[in-house]
């Protein structure tokens, strides 16, 4: 690696050295692996896993620093080992592919025996990646603000970065008309809000201004707000290049700090971000600005409530390097934090489970074809394998089950 990636990806540019805790590693890691659909193969030709010839193979490229990262923080040191080449997905297997087996099975690889022991080796999420006002800016802008250009080249032309919702006349799994499906999510959402000419919209989460836009069009009058400033920028052109700046205004500003009452609060996978010791502010905040009568919806990504009780404090992958600040929800979190601290509460449920790893999976072919314009941005060959680990460790999340993805409308207890 060059001098530039060791600075800019320091634990995956080193490989550790503790021998003890990578055999430790090595020990658990075929421990599991002799129980999934697929073959894990070694350079010395040594092949284990329960698939057969034909499954999803996992090559391990450079044992001993693979071991030695799994040793270190095996949540972070599995995913750093692919931004490192440490491990590949083998010729003709997908990598999506390759993780869905291991996504289906997270909760029962590790023996009952060693997961009580996984409260003496999670690391705590970073005091620094706290969701404070600061904190949170912080947060949003080392995601968001890393290129406009950069989620134009994967994206589709509305610049839509969320789950899409596919016309059921197809297949999900082979659908392709992502635009299409991003505007049906965006009006999904809209409706479940009732989002119509006149209304007093506030979007918390803007985006790149897609769904504000779509808000204008049926004559809305939007406030959309953000912490990235790449974001409102484009949006703001974006919104402008429309012709709707006398309907919809971009800001830049904490859903803590807007004031004002609206009919209609809509907010699309920004849940994900707030962090749990911040959830009561934020439903707080959508019941202290929904004028009375009015409807809020939000979409947002789920975990099992179990899953999410039991990897709730401790710092992972997707932490570290891709969303700082995240913690993904379940479905009775969110309906435990609105009974505690609003009026409002889940009335109706649509759920997209299926369409986000369609969305991914669209997503990733398109980052992976664009990667020469990406990489002509400055982007390096680690920052491609990070993001390819990204797209597909999420696409194997919901492709098994292990996230979901709900639009919710939210309205008022009747008294």
């Known amino acids: 690696m060059t001098v530039s990636t060791a600075i800019r990806w320091p634990t995956a540019a080193t490989s550790p050295r503790a021998p003890l805790r990578a055999a430790i590693a090595r020990v658990v890691f075929e421990h599991a692996g002799r129980r999934?659909?697929?073959?894990?193969?070694?350079?010395?030709?040594?092949?284990?896993?329960?698939?057969?010839?034909?499954?999803?193979?996992?090559?391990?490229?450079?044992p001993a620093a693979f071991f030695a990262r799994l040793g270190r923080d095996a949540k972070i040191g599995f995913g750093e080992a692919y931004m490192a080449g440490d491990w590949r997905a083998g010729p003709g297997t997908d990598l999506a592919d390759l993780l869905t087996p291991f996504a289906s099975r997270l909760t029962t690889l590790i023996p009952p025996a060693m997961q009580r022991l996984r409260?003496?080796?999670?690391?705590?999420?970073?005091?620094?990646?706290?969701?404070?006002?600061?904190?949170?800016r912080t947060n949003i802008a080392a995601h968001y603000d890393l290129s406009n250009d950069l989620f134009a080249a994967f994206l589709d032309p509305t610049m839509t970065y969320s789950c899409a919702w596919f016309d059921d006349s197809e297949p999900v799994e082979t659908a392709t008309r992502l635009e299409e499906a991003q505007l049906r999510k965006i009006d999904?959402?809209?409706?479940?809000?009732?989002?119509?000419?006149?209304?007093?919209?506030?979007?918390?989460?803007?985006?790149?201004?897609?769904?504000?836009?779509?808000?204008?069009?049926?004559?809305?009058?939007?406030?959309?707000?953000?912490?990235s400033h790449e974001q409102m920028r484009l949006a703001c052109e974006r919104v402008e290049a429309a012709g709707f700046s006398g309907l919809a205004e971009v800001r830049v500003q904490d859903y803590r700090e807007?004031?004002?009452?609206?009919?209609?609060?809509?907010?699309?996978?920004?849940?994900?971000a707030v962090g749990e010791a911040y959830w009561p502010a934020y439903f707080a905040a959508l019941d202290r600005l929904l004028a009375p009568g009015g409807t809020a919806a939000i979409q947002a990504i789920t975990m099992d409530?179990?899953?999410?009780?039991?990897?709730?404090?401790?710092?992972?992958?997707?932490?570290?390097?891709?969303?700082?600040?995240?913690?993904?929800?379940?479905?009775?979190?969110?309906?435990?934090?609105?009974?505690?601290?609003?009026?409002?509460?889940?009335?109706?449920?649509?759920?997209?489970?299926?369409?986000?790893?369609?969305?991914?999976?669209?997503?990733?072919?398109?980052?992976?074809?664009?990667?020469?314009r990406i990489r002509a941005q400055?982007?390096?060959?680690?920052?491609?394998?990070?993001?390819?680990?990204?797209?597909?460790?999420?696409?194997?999340?919901?492709?098994?089950?292990?996230?979901?993805?709900?639009?919710?409308?939210?309205?008022?207890?009747?008294?």
């Open 36 to 62: 999934v659909p697929v073959r894990v193969t070694y350079p010395d030709g040594r092949v284990l896993g329960a698939g057969p010839p034909a499954s999803p193979q996992l090559e391990v490229v450079r």
């Open 188 to 227: 999904g959402i809209l409706d479940l809000a009732g989002v119509q000419a006149g209304t007093r919209l506030l979007e918390i989460g803007s985006g790149w201004g897609s769904l504000a836009i779509r808000a204008a069009q049926r004559g809305a009058h939007v406030t959309t707000i953000t912490l």
């Open 378 to 415: 400055g982007f390096d060959e680690t920052f491609r394998r990070m993001w390819e680990f990204y797209l597909s460790y999420s696409e194997a999340g919901f492709r098994s089950g292990y996230l979901g993805v709900s639009q919710l409308q939210l309205t008022r207890e009747r008294a």
């Open 258 to 272: 807007v004031d004002g009452q609206y009919d209609a609060i809509v907010s699309v996978e920004m849940v994900e």
């Open 119 to 136: 409260v003496f080796v999670d690391r705590p999420v970073p005091h620094e990646q706290e969701n404070t006002l600061d904190g949170s």
């Open 305 to 372: 409530h179990q899953r999410f009780l039991a990897t709730r404090r401790s710092f992972s992958w997707i932490q570290k390097y891709i969303f700082p600040g995240g913690v993904i929800p379940s479905l009775q979190a969110i309906d435990e934090t609105l009974a505690a601290h609003t009026t409002l509460r889940v009335t109706h449920q649509r759920e997209l489970r299926a369409h986000y790893a369609r969305t991914l999976r669209l997503w990733r072919e398109r980052f992976l074809g664009q990667w020469p």
